[in-house]
């Protein structure tokens, strides 16, 4: 090959070169200054003019409410019904025939796919232990009230007393009352004690036994338009299907009573927990239906609270508490009778503090003190004017007290709580006891 046409190759080889490096520069050019204003663009899209969508839109159903499950753009309704049978297995040969026979019967008469659902919850008492909870509390009022009257009657004899002013019928009457009150007080004692027992039991068996089997029948009506004579509004839709579904409901409860099977229909509270339960199956135990309805999960606003515990605790410490309370009641009243909804008017009504309400400290008082005179007092009037409720009280708060604090201290030093579990407002009285090993079906 000669020089020349070495030359040439060359000549070629660098024009390429050139070239290639030429288009390399545009690419790296457009990729990191147009692209970059492209996307600098997409950053400034006016977001106000995509469409929005609720929550709910995502939900397969549009609501749940008068004992219904409402889907299919309001077009189909869903109801359930909860059942309950019998020990089929132990019970007498008359017994399972006749039920056989009832369940062939039930199966007979549907018509429609019908959904047989079956599930497991923790067993709740929540209800039976807030009825015990509020007689405690009613009995518990019951004894300080009593035990304050107490204390005025003995205040009223040591100050006669100390005056030389009492007379031996005054001293009697004075002393008779006492032991009437204190009679009452060891009645409403022991009352007391025997609801905290059944507390405690409530505290140990709820959401630790077996779990309570619950099985369902789902079936469900569909409007549709071309099997009537005139089209229906939406209004007139919902009637219909509030009928037919109560229809379906009353026949299939009374066929399964003839199977010896206990239905009932499941209302608007049971069917949203149902699908809490559905979707959320841990938490459905620990938070009930209960819960949500006491809290504010369905309010769009929530206003906070006006007035705090330790103001209500030093209101009634300077005895304005009474005041505060009456003037809380008479705003409420006042917005009611204004045509306030009284849910509205409740909230607001909290919204208030101790200063909107309107309550002036009350003036400081001299500080009654029981002075015992240093006469001797017979060991029968010591007995009779010594308040022993408000003893045996301050002994049980010492040792719940003790119990509190070995408890930090066992979870301090093994890492564990103890094993047995406490609820928040458990009742401690002395004589709270552990349930036996005991298979519960």
């Given at each position: 090959m000669s020089l020349h046409s070495i030359a040439g190759i060359m000549q070629v080889i660098a024009v390429c070169v050139v070239l290639i490096t030429a288009v390399a520069c545009v690419w790296f050019y457009w990729f990191f200054k147009v692209r970059k204003k492209k996307r600098v663009q997409e950053k400034q899209i006016d977001y106000e003019s995509l469409n929005k969508f609720d929550?709910?839109?995502?939900?397969?159903?549009?609501?749940?409410?008068?004992?219904?499950?409402i889907t299919?753009?309001?077009?189909?309704?869903?109801g359930v019904i909860k059942a309950r049978g019998f020990d089929y297995f132990q019970s007498k040969a008359v017994e399972r025939n006749s039920a056989e026979a009832g369940y062939a019967t039930f199966i007979n008469m549907l018509s429609e796919p019908t959904t047989f659902r079956q599930y497991?919850?923790?067993v709740d008492l929540d209800g039976v232990r807030d009825n015990y909870k509020a007689a405690y509390d009613r009995v518990e009022q019951t004894l300080f009230?009593?035990?304050?009257?107490?204390?005025?009657?003995?205040?009223?004899?040591?100050?006669?007393?100390?005056?030389?002013?009492?007379?031996?019928?005054?001293?009697?009457?004075?002393?008779?009352?006492?032991?009437e009150i204190a009679a009452r007080i060891d009645v409403y004692n022991y009352r007391r004690l025997h609801l905290a027992d059944n507390l405690d039991y409530i505290d140990q068996t709820s959401k630790i036994t077996s779990p309570e089997k619950i099985q369902t029948y789902v079936f469900d009506w569909e409007y549709n338009p071309l099997l009537g004579v005139t089209d229906l509004s939406d209004e007139e839709i919902h009637k219909r299907a509030v009928t037919e579904l109560k229809r379906k409901?009353?026949?299939?409860?009374?066929?399964?009573?003839n199977a010896g099977v206990r239905a009932s229909r499941v209302h608007t509270p049971e069917l949203l927990q149902m699908f809490r339960r559905h979707y959320h199956p841990v938490t459905a135990n620990v938070f009930t239906q209960k819960d949500f309805e006491s809290s504010n999960y369905y309010d769009e606003i929530t206003a906070s609270s006006g007035m705090k515990e330790s103001d209500y605790e030093l209101a009634e410490e300077q005895g304005v508490l009474e005041q505060v309370l009456d003037q809380k009641d008479k705003i409420y009243n006042n917005m009611v009778e204004s045509g306030v909804d009284?849910?509205?008017?409740e909230k607001i009504t909290d919204t208030y503090d101790i200063e909107a309400l309107g309550a002036a400290k009350a003036e400081e008082e001299g500080v009654n003190v029981n002075v015992m005179t240093g006469d001797s007092i017979e060991d029968r009037k010591k007995e009779i004017l010594r308040n022993?409720?408000?003893?045996?009280?301050?002994?049980?708060?010492?040792a719940e007290k003790e119990r509190k604090d070995k408890e930090k201290r066992q979870k301090a030093v093994t890492g564990k709580s103890p094993e047995k579990k406490q609820v928040e407002d458990h009742i401690y009285t002395g004589l709270d006891f552990d349930l036996p090993d005991i298979d519960i079906k």
């Open positions: 929550s709910l839109d995502f939900c397969k159903f549009e609501d749940i409410k008068d004992d219904m499950i299919n753009n309001g077009t189909r309704f869903v497991t919850k923790a009230n009593l035990s304050d009257d107490f204390n005025r009657l003995t205040e009223q004899y040591y100050n006669l007393k100390e005056n030389n002013a009492i007379s031996e019928e005054t001293e009697y009457e004075i002393l008779n009352q006492c032991e409901a009353d026949s299939y409860i009374h066929a399964l009573g009284s849910d509205v008017a022993k409720f408000e003893e045996s009280e301050k002994q049980r708060l010492k």
